[in-house]
Structure formats: C-alpha cells, structure tokens
C-alpha cells in the first residue's frame, strides 16, 4: 500500500490540484502495477514562503512523496 504527500504553493484552482492528483495517481497505477482504485493521497498547500525556490525556475513546482509498505506474508 503506498500513501502520498503532495505539497503545491497555495493559490492553485481546483482543476488544477485535481489535475495533479490524477497525475500522480495515473503514474503509480502506470509505473508500479497498483489498483486503480487504491488511492490514498494528501495535498498539502504551503504558503510561498514554505518553498525555497532559485530565482530561475518556476512556481509551478510541486513536491511528491511516496511511501510503500509491503504486505505481511
């Protein structure tokens, strides 16, 4: 079972904060074989200052991280 943490800056429509979870889910169920309906994900939405951001890249920046436990035999 893996859990998702997705943290975006704040101000983000809702189109787009669904448009990432989508994402991020279509990519797990893609890449690692996982059930569709398997879907465990928490967006967290941080205010600017939260981020550290190099003047050359853009806002449109978002962190994922994935955790997966295995299954007990």
Request: net charge positive; with cysteine.
């Amino acid at each position: 079972m893996e859990r998702m943490k997705i943290e975006i800056c704040k101000g983000k429509s809702p189109e787009y904060k669904k448009a990432l979870l989508d994402g991020v889910h279509k990519a797990l169920v893609d890449c690692f074989k996982i059930p569709d309906y398997d879907r465990i994900q928490r967006l967290y939405e941080l205010d600017k200052e939260k981020f550290e951001i190099s003047s050359n890249k853009t806002e449109e920046r978002f962190k994922v991280k994935c955790v997966f436990r295995g299954t007990k035999s």
